[in-house]
């Protein structure tokens, strides 16, 4: 069974462009995450959805970052326009779901540098 | 936010020796969790705790959550070289299965 994909694996830009990430969650998989890593620190929620609905965005910049998840499948993050700091390794993961801490399954992540 | 605390940040050891990575809050968890994370890659699910004061091995690996439930701890036994990575704890609320927080994360290097 095929993993968490994520898409592109390296993204450099320069400054004030944009960028979009690509995730395709686990199959059957109801819950997916967002998250942004800095280098040897643990990631932070961005964004969580249950299905298509946006259920935590409480931490997406909103005035930069958009994201959806078409038809409850797959999901684009995007940043418009990309900053310094927002250069980082930017994480998607899916879980079941449901009513107990289930195991979020991790893609290999897109790593950003702003320039 | 729930804010989880790992100690120590960086830890580098000799094979063959034992180690112990702290997670704390003062916070309550309903579960925790702890995940390991190689370079270039997304963390990987180690263990589910849920009750407080329940322990875990897993081969070398010995997890406990605390009895209060809003502090954990990973001990491992005899490291070795492929154990080198970046270990997460991450909790959730209670009622809030879905809305886990990540640590600050713990990288452990083995030294042959």
């Known amino acids: 069974e095929a993993g968490v994909v994520q898409s592109p694996r390296y993204k450099i830009i320069e400054k004030k462009q944009p960028v979009a990430f690509w995730c395709n969650p686990i199959s059957g998989h109801n819950t997916l995450y967002w998250y942004r890593q800095n280098l040897g620190q643990g990631p932070e929620l961005l964004i969580r959805y249950e299905n298509e609905e946006a259920v935590d965005d409480s931490q997406l910049p909103k005035d930069r970052f958009s994201a959806e998840r078409l038809k409850g499948v797959d999901s684009t993050l995007k940043i418009q326009p990309a900053e310094l700091g927002d250069s980082a390794v930017y994480l998607c993961?899916?879980?079941?779901?449901?009513?107990?801490?289930?195991?979020?399954?991790f893609g290999p992540g897109t790593r950003l540098t702003v320039l | 936010t729930q804010l989880l605390e790992q100690s120590p940040q960086f830890l580098s050891i000799q094979e063959g020796e034992n180690l112990t990575v702290y997670c704390n809050s003062s916070s309550v968890f309903s579960s925790l969790q702890w995940y390991r994370q190689e370079p270039g890659e997304g963390p990987v699910l180690l263990v589910t705790?849920?009750?407080?004061?329940e322990v875990k091995k897993l081969k070398r690996l010995t997890f406990q959550f605390g009895d209060a439930r809003k502090d954990s701890s990973l001990h491992i036994t005899a490291a070795q070289p492929g154990d080198t990575g970046l270990y997460l704890c991450?909790?959730?609320?209670?009622?809030?299965?879905?809305?886990?927080?990540f640590g600050t994360g713990t990288k452990l290097q083995v030294i042959p």
């Open positions: 991450a909790g959730a609320p209670t009622g809030g299965y879905q809305k886990v927080t």
């Open positions: 705790v849920v009750t407080g004061g």
């Open positions: 993961a899916s879980s079941l779901g449901g009513p107990t801490l289930g195991e979020q399954f």
